[in-house]
């Protein structure tokens, strides 16, 4: 974090816009875990009794 020159005190970051919260919440869709296979766009997912 950035340090405060006058009394050396960390200073906390803005809070986001709500327009920055609406793009990480978009941008959330896309993570997938790589361990379990969850998350990632609902539409890429093939369902599993596809037979893929």
């Known amino acids: ?3 405060d020159r006058e009394n050396g ?3 906390v970051p ?4 709500r ?4 793009k990480i919440s978009d941008a ?3 993570i997938t875990d790589d361990w379990t ?3 990632g766009k609902p ?4 369902p599993p ?3 893929h």
């Open 37 to 39: 296979g969850d998350g």
């Open 1 to 3: 974090m950035d340090q």
């Open 19 to 22: 327009d920055e919260v609406e």
């Open 28 to 30: 959330q869709l896309y």
């Open 49 to 51: 009794d596809s037979g």
């Open 14 to 17: 803005k809070p986001p816009s």
């Open 9 to 11: 005190q960390s200073r």
């Open 43 to 46: 539409a890429d997912r093939t």
